[in-house]
């Protein structure tokens, strides 16, 4: 199973206060682990209150009341930059071919002098799991898994995100039930 690229959406009966209600894009799977980001939790922090964080000059009006998002429990204090294309930046981990997660400071360096990707989500904070933990997880019946969207990611606000991936399993909230069930 390699769920690289796949949104994992939380099930009802997953009630962790970290996980519950979450959409989380995972940005690579190998039998070593998981490893993604929480894409419907916006802070309380846009891009110009971090940029005046690190003392940074942000020179793209188009990007600047995005949202930081809360991306996982591990690292929050650092932070994380989703974003395409994939460009070339000291620390990226690819993604995909058009996509990429990185970590240095140069990719937000480029963002403030008005350049860097096109499209950009920002985390602090990463969600990681352990080799056999998301499996184990997902036969739990603690998450759903679609193959991404990043439009839904990118294009969408944070409060539609959820819905969005449901809808590319054809489910409506309405459907989702805490209970698991046998026929």
Same mark, same amino acid.
């Given at each position: 199973?390699?769920?690289?690229?796949?949104f994992?959406?939380?099930?009802?009966? *997953?009630?962790?206060?970290?996980?519950?209600k979450?959409?989380?894009?995972?940005?690579d799977?190998?039998?070593?682990?998981?490893?993604?980001?929480?894409?419907?939790?916006?802070?309380?922090?846009?891009?110009t209150?971090?940029?005046?964080?690190?003392?940074?000059?942000?020179?793209?009006?188009?990007?600047?009341?995005?949202?930081?998002?809360?991306?996982?429990?591990?690292q929050?204090?650092?932070?994380?930059?989703?974003?395409?294309?994939?460009g070339?930046?000291?620390?990226?981990?690819?993604?995909?071919?058009?996509?990429?997660?990185?970590?240095?400071?140069?990719i *937000?360096?480029?963002v403030?002098?008005?350049?860097?990707?096109?499209?950009?989500?920002?985390?602090?904070? #990463?969600?990681?799991w352990?080799?056999?933990?998301?499996e184990n997880?997902?036969?739990?019946?603690?998450?759903?898994?679609?193959? =991404?969207?990043?439009?839904i990611?990118?294009?969408l606000?944070?409060?539609?995100r #959820?819905?969005?991936?449901?809808?590319? *399993?054809?489910?409506?909230? =309405?459907?989702?039930?805490?209970e =698991?069930?046998?026929?």
């Amino acid at each position: 199973m390699n769920l690289s690229q796949h949104f994992l959406i939380a099930m009802p009966n *997953l009630v962790d206060p970290i996980f519950a209600k979450t959409l989380a894009f995972v940005c690579d799977h190998t039998d070593q682990g998981a490893m993604g980001v929480i894409v419907n939790r916006p802070l309380d922090m846009s891009l110009t209150t971090l940029f005046e964080q690190i003392d940074v000059e942000l020179h793209r009006p188009d990007v600047a009341e995005l949202p930081v998002c809360f991306g996982g429990p591990v690292q929050t204090d650092r932070g994380f930059v989703l974003h395409k294309p994939l460009g070339d930046w000291q620390s990226t981990l690819s993604v995909s071919d058009e996509m990429g997660l990185t970590t240095s400071k140069d990719i *937000l360096l480029a963002v403030g002098e008005g350049s860097g990707p096109e499209q950009i989500f920002v985390t602090l904070g #990463y969600a990681g799991w352990e080799a056999g933990q998301l499996e184990n997880e997902i036969a739990q019946n603690a998450w759903l898994s679609v193959e =991404a969207d990043p439009e839904i990611i990118f294009a969408l606000p944070a409060e539609e995100r #959820y819905e969005a991936a449901l809808k590319l *399993l054809g489910i409506d909230m =309405a459907m989702l039930s805490d209970e =698991a069930g046998h026929a």
